[in-house]
């Protein structure tokens, strides 16, 4: 069983920055991807930034230049460090693990509200 605990979301004014961790705990085993997905009021689900167990990033075109991934393999705990952050960036953000590329694991989500 693997879980992913979020933490690090927030209020925010338009131009601040949030820092997100997100920390798995379980059995994680072999090649893996984590990542952050993030969810609008009435919109779908959409990837904001993934990191491979080799560092390999990839991030949305929305994102680019603004927000970081990075990782800590000796701590199973992915971090998005988000600058410069717009009103279109609020969202409940969500961490998501893939192992091997099957099987696929979600966090409970945190608040991101960036307003004025």
């Known amino acids: 069983q693997v879980q992913l605990v979020e933490s690090g979301g927030g209020l925010v004014q338009p131009g601040g920055s949030l820092r997100l961790s997100c920390a798995a705990s379980?059995?994680?085993?072999?090649?893996?991807?984590m990542g952050w997905y993030r969810q609008a009021l009435g919109k779908q689900r959409e990837l904001v930034a993934t990191i491979t167990s080799s560092s390999s990033t990839n991030y949305a075109e929305s994102v680019k230049g603004r927000f970081t991934i990075s990782r800590d393999n000796a701590k199973n705990t992915v971090y998005l460090q988000m600058n410069s952050l717009k009103p279109e960036d609020t969202a409940v953000y969500y961490c998501n693990l893939k192992i091997l590329g099957l099987y696929n694991y979600w966090g409970q989500g945190t608040q991101v509200t960036v307003s004025s």
């Open positions: 379980g059995s994680i085993f072999g090649p893996n991807t």
